[in-house]
């Protein structure tokens, strides 16, 4: 039965992460596409800044719920269909978690629902890796909010706690839990991180260019 839980691992996550709160909610409200808005990114940041406030808080809701709930999901699959305790370190199956944190964020970057053409993963990320290890969760968060604090940047906020997340994953598995699994682990959390920085290649350039938008500069 385990193969099941496999399959539930791949499809579950991805779906769940490609419901796109900020399109649905962008459409709603003013009847547009959010990815032809602003940054044309259809996420958070740009729903923040193209649509406004309220529309924002209803996407950091629904974005970080999916991929919470889907790494739940798939943890019960494996708990009470496979029989396998994927949150126990010593089993070494807490891999199948770190992909399900994998496949949320490709679902949410590169969804089916609107031709393969999403976010950034950022969020679906962050409250993924808090179901996964409130810990790192912590940690990327903190990170996070120090450089956002510092330059205003969001996008460089979200690069540098993605690439610390493989690092703290490392960290964790190797010297605390002594997860034998340590090693696709942390491979893993770099594709997590690289996928999310990839996504944003176009913010790096405008960093790089110093015409990056700061937080609370409104699109044009």
Same mark, same amino acid.
């Given at each position: 039965?385990?193969?099941?839980?496999?399959?539930?691992?791949?499809?579950?996550?991805?779906?769940?992460?490609?419901?796109?709160?900020?399109?649905?909610?962008?459409?709603?409200?003013?009847?547009?596409?959010?990815?032809?808005?602003?940054?044309?990114?259809?996420?958070?940041?740009?729903?923040?800044?193209s649509?406004?406030?309220?529309?924002a808080?209803?996407?950091?809701?629904?974005? =970080?719920?999916?991929? +919470? &709930?889907?790494? %739940?999901?798939? #943890?019960?699959? /494996?708990?009470? @269909? $496979?029989?396998?305790?994927?949150?126990?370190?010593?089993?070494?199956?807490?891999?199948?978690?770190?992909?399900?944190?994998?496949?949320?964020?490709?679902?949410?970057?590169?969804?089916?629902?609107?031709?393969?053409?999403?976010?950034?993963?950022v969020? =679906?990320?962050?409250? +993924? &890796?808090?179901? %996964?290890?409130? #810990?790192?969760? /912590?940690?990327? @968060? $903190?990170?996070?909010?120090?450089?956002?604090?510092i330059?205003?940047?969001?996008s460089?906020?979200?690069?540098?706690?993605?690439?610390?997340?493989?690092?703290?994953?490392?960290c964790?598995?190797?010297?605390?839990?002594?997860?034998?699994?340590?090693?696709?682990n942390?491979?893993?959390?770099?594709?997590?991180?690289?996928?999310?920085?990839?996504?944003?290649?176009?913010n790096?350039?405008?960093l790089?260019?110093?015409?990056?938008?700061?937080?609370?500069?409104?699109?044009?």
């Open positions: 039965m385990i193969w099941i839980c496999y399959a539930i691992m791949i499809l579950v996550p991805y779906l769940m992460g490609g419901i796109n709160t900020s399109i649905i909610v962008t459409k709603i409200i003013t009847g547009k596409d959010i990815r032809t808005m602003g940054s044309n990114n259809a996420g958070l940041t740009n729903t923040l800044r649509v406004g406030k309220k529309a808080l209803i996407v950091l809701i629904g974005d =970080a719920f999916k991929a +919470a &709930i889907g790494l %739940l999901l798939v #943890r019960l699959a /494996f708990l009470y @269909i $496979g029989g396998v305790d994927t949150t126990n370190p010593a089993l070494g199956m807490n891999w199948a978690e770190v992909f399900t944190v994998f496949m949320a964020i490709v679902g949410h970057c590169l969804p089916v629902y609107y031709g393969f053409k999403g976010g950034k993963g969020l =679906a990320a962050i409250s +993924a &890796i808090f179901v %996964l290890d409130w #810990r790192i969760g /912590f940690i990327l @968060i $903190g990170i996070f909010a120090v450089i956002v604090a330059t205003r940047y969001v460089l906020g979200s690069c540098i706690s993605s690439a610390v997340f493989c690092i703290a994953m490392f964790f598995d190797f010297f605390i839990d002594h997860d034998p699994a340590f090693i696709i942390t491979i893993l959390a770099a594709f997590c991180g690289g996928l999310i920085i990839v996504r944003h290649k176009e790096i350039k405008r790089a260019s110093h015409c990056e938008k700061k937080l609370g500069e409104k699109a044009k």
